[in-house]
C-alpha cells in the first residue's frame, strides 16, 4: 500500500478593492506600459479597511472546505503560511481556526515569505503522514500592502493581497496504483541565508521594534530565481522518475512573467502549461501559488487526474517545489 495526502478541495480570498497601474501612476511616477513590459502586472488587490491576512485567510479556507464536502470539525490542523501575521503573536492560524469553527484542529503559522505555502504543505503533508491528524487545511494569505514603501516605484507595483487554500486527506492506494493515484507524490524545499540582504524587510521586534518595509534588490533576485527554479524543478523530477514532458501543468510562484517564462524555457517547457495570474493577482508572496492553484483548478484547466508541479522561491532565500497529482 502506498499513503499519499490527497487534495479535496480549494478556496480564495481577496480583498474588494482592485488597483490597475493606471491607478498607481496618478500617485507614483509610472505608467501602465512601463509596469506591464517588466513585470506582466495588470492589477492587484489591496486590502481596505477591516480587511487582514487573518480575514482573507478565512475566507480561502471556509471556501476550501465547502469545496471538499466538508465541515470545519473535520479539519484535524491549519498550517497557515504568511509573513505579514495579523500579530506577533498568536498565530494568525489560531484566529482563523476560530473564525472557521475548526474545533478539532491544531493551527500554527509558517514563515518562509514567497515559498511560504510550499513549506506549509510539505509540513501538512508530513504531519498527516506521521498520524498527526486526518485531514488538513493548508493556507497561504499575505497583506503586503502593509509592508510595502509607496515611494519605491521598483517595489511597490510588484505586490498584492490575497489568500489561497487547499484541503488535504491521508488516503491509501494498492501500490501498483502508484502511477495514477492522486496526492502529493513528492516535495523538496532549500534554504540559503546567505542571501538575507536582497529581498528583505528592514524592521523587527526584536531588532528595530518596528514593522519595517520591503526591500529588494531585482536584478540578483531574478537571477537566483530562474536557477533555483530550475534546479529544484529537476530535482523532484529525479527523485519520482518523471520528465518535463509528462507535467500537465506547473503552478509557479507569481511574482514576474519573465521569470515565469524564462523558468519554463531552461527547463524545456512550453509557456502554455504554466498557470499564470500574475497579470491580475500581481506577486501575493505565499498566496500566489494557492491563489493560482484555485483559480486553474475551478476554471477547468487543472483537471482530476493531472500531473502537477508547484514551484516558489522568496527571501531568505527559501525555495521548493511539490508534484501532485490532482
Not at 502506498?2 to 479535496?8: E, N, P, T
Not at 505608467?31 to 475566507?59: C, H, K, N, P
Not at 491549519?78 to 481556526?97: E, G, H, N, R
Not at 512573467?257 to 493577482?281: C, F, Q, S, Y
Amino acid at each position: 500500500m502506498i499513503r499519499r495526502s490527497v487534495l479535496l478541495g480549494t478556496g480564495s480570498g481577496l480583498p474588494a478593492r482592485v488597483v490597475t497601474n493606471a491607478d498607481l501612476a496618478t500617485q507614483i511616477e509610472t505608467s501602465d506600459d512601463w509596469i506591464v513590459d517588466r513585470t506582466g502586472i495588470r492589477q492587484r488587490y489591496i486590502a481596505g479597511e477591516g480587511e487582514t491576512t487573518a480575514t482573507l485567510a478565512t475566507d480561502a479556507g471556509r471556501k476550501a472546505i465547502e469545496a471538499a464536502g466538508l465541515t470545519p470539525d473535520d479539519i484535524d490542523v491549519i498550517v497557515l503560511a504568511t509573513a505579514t501575521p495579523d500579530q506577533t503573536f498568536p498565530s494568525t492560524a489560531s484566529k482563523v481556526q476560530s473564525a472557521l469553527g475548526c474545533k478539532q484542529a491544531y493551527a500554527f503559522d509558517v514563515a518562509a515569505v514567497c515559498s511560504g505555502f510550499l513549506y506549509a504543505l510539505g509540513t501538512a503533508d508530513a504531519l498527516l503522514h506521521r498520524g498527526m491528524g486526518k485531514r488538513a487545511l493548508v493556507i497561504g494569505a499575505e497583506t503586503f500592502s502593509r509592508i510595502l514603501d509607496w515611494e519605491d516605484r521598483t517595489t511597490c507595483v510588484l505586490f498584492g493581497d490575497g489568500a489561497g487554500a487547499m484541503v488535504l486527506e491521508l488516503r491509501e492506494f494498492p501500490a501498483d496504483q502508484a502511477d495514477t493515484a492522486p496526492g502529493i507524490i513528492a516535495t523538496k524545499l532549500h534554504t540559503d541565508g546567505e542571501h538575507n540582504c536582497l529581498l528583505y524587510v528592514d524592521g523587527g521586534p526584536s531588532t528595530t521594534q518596528t514593522v519595517g518595509k520591503l526591500r529588494m534588490k531585482g536584478r540578483e533576485v531574478f537571477r537566483h530565481a530562474v536557477v533555483n527554479l530550475a534546479d529544484v524543478l529537476t530535482e523532484v523530477l529525479s527523485e519520482t522518475g518523471y520528465a518535463a514532458t509528462d507535467i500537465d501543468w506547473v503552478v509557479p510562484h507569481q511574482a514576474n512573467a519573465r521569470i515565469l517564462d524564462a523558468t519554463a524555457k531552461k527547463l524545456g517547457l512550453p509557456v502554455e502549461r504554466m498557470v499564470k495570474t500574475v497579470d491580475i493577482h500581481a506577486n501575493t508572496s505565499a498566496a500566489s501559488v494557492p491563489l493560482a492553484f484555485d483559480v486553474a483548478f475551478r476554471d477547468g484547466r487543472i483537471k482530476s487526474g493531472d500531473l502537477v508541479m508547484l514551484e516558489a522561491m522568496g527571501g531568505g532565500f527559501t525555495w521548493g517545489a511539490s508534484l501532485l497529482r490532482a
